[in-house]
């Protein structure tokens, strides 16, 4: 498992990142985005929740 990014990071590999808890721990109902090489991660539902790329 790769490490959890921050929201508002840019310059990611494209593809499909999972809503993940602070710690990379899963959330419920979390949210799944697509972003395109170059793309901005956007805000989780959750302050403190980060990204992890699938």
């Known amino acids: 498992m ?3 990014i921050n929201p508002g990071t ?3 590999p494209a593809g499909t ?3 993940v ?3 990379g721990g899963n959330v419920n109902k979390g949210r799944t985005v697509h972003i ?3 793309d901005r991660l956007p805000p989780t539902q959750k302050s403190g929740n980060k990204w992890s790329k699938n």
């Open 10 to 12: 840019d310059n990611k």
């Open 17 to 19: 990142y999972h809503e």
């Open 36 to 38: 395109q090489q170059g």
């Open 2 to 4: 790769s490490r959890p």
């Open 21 to 23: 808890g602070p710690r």
